[in-house]
């Protein structure tokens, strides 16, 4: 598949075009990196954005709820949507209020969801799902019963119609502000995970290591010898 | 103010209504950790689903850009919009698949921006979004020009129509998998912040002391003494 997005109207940058990024391995990257995505859809005129647990397969990004949801059951009408994921990445501190700015990474997907009726793809969809949030698990949980299956829709939409914008790096002060004694640079932002916290059905258990998962973002426990970061 | 919230046919949780929250305490605190919220907006029917930087003040949502900018535009009209802040607290890992969850905090707020014209609420505004974000250090930054301020609109929104889902605790797993011998329970997930990077124009000067703002969540440099999460 082309690595570059193609451009419509509704995905072209219009403000700070210099920050928009046009490539499929951007946006692909940026919901692999989602846990949270805000799913935008309008009931008569007006809007509503609700968030939800999204992961993507392939070229498609998968939602899932209840059934008896009322997104979901609007999603099922082909209600045009917008998907939004986000990452805060820092906070630009600049020597002018002005210059004051974020480093994101954001990705805004339009079309429509479908729902995955087939039975297979449904259990495999869960599948990715879970090995995406803690690698090895779904070996060992109680899989969906067909009560639940029944009970749980999913829906995936196709990445095809989107748009990346991505700031990164210092301030961008103006020369004349530049000598200004005040500190100027950049709060990192970062979502971290763990340590992990047993209910207490995990007694006696070996905790698992779902680490591979999150990467330099894991927090491991004091008595583990990991790298925190 | 009363304290809760009225609720409306749009605010009403129907799915899982015992995490609904309807208290402003709540609600306002949702929006003070958030440093990024998502605009919903409808053009033509296609809705969008913007993330943008956000602060509260008083019963107040405000958000800010450029001018030019398409949706600030678009919110000039009074058109009704959705707007959401999430915290993703946890990953809710439970011995079945179907009880697989998430801790979250969200709100949805609810009805029209309308723009700040006047200039001593105007910069009042950013006095607050800054000092929030960075204690003490609006007297220090360069205030903004005639210039900037005229290409830099502001839009406020009213707190007073808003839902909120709250989910905390353990997983809620059947007693019937409760002895099963996979490790259930929850890996956190916390937004952390620091240690901070100076730019290229901060050589010599003091690094300021904005941990305030993020209470635990900050991480300070290795050559400091506060406690790191």
């Known amino acids: 598949m082309d690595n570059t997005l193609t451009v419509t109207p509704k995905t072209r940058v219009k403000r700070a075009p210099k920050r928009a990024v046009y490539e499929r391995d951007a946006l692909y990257a940026i919901f692999d990196a989602a846990i949270v995505a805000h799913v935008g859809f309008q009931i008569e005129g007006q809007p509503f954005v609700i968030p939800t647990l999204c992961w ?3 070229n498609s990004l ?7 949801s ?6 099922d009408s ?5 998907v939004t994921a986000t990452h805060l990445d820092g ?7 002005f210059h004051h700015s974020a480093n994101y990474r954001s990705a805004c997907v339009f079309g429509a969801f479908t729902r995955v009726i087939d039975e297979l793809e449904w259990i495999e969809s869960f599948r990715i799902f879970t090995e995406q949030i803690a690698p090895g698990r779904w070996d060992h949980i109680r899989p969906p019963s067909a009560k639940e299956t029944k009970a749980t829709h999913v829906y995936k939409l196709s990445l095809d119609e989107a748009s990346v914008k991505v700031r990164t790096g210092p301030p961008n002060d103006d020369p004349e502000d530049q000598a200004r004694p005040v500190w100027s640079g950049e709060i990192p932002v970062r979502q971290v995970f763990g340590p992990m916290q047993p209910d207490q059905y995990a ?3 070996a905790e698992p290591d779902y680490s591979e998962a ?4 894991w927090i491991a426990p004091a008595s583990n010898e990991r790298t925190t970061e």
């Open 56 to 58: 993507r397969a392939g």
């Open 62 to 68: 998968y939602i899932h709820g209840a059934g008896s």
């Open 70 to 75: 009322r997104m979901l059951k609007h999603l």
């Open 78 to 82: 082909g209600a045009p949507v917008c």
């Open 91 to 97: 906070l630009i501190l600049a020597k002018s209020a």
């Open 203 to 205: 007694e006696g258990i």
């Open 214 to 217: 999150y990467g330099r973002r």
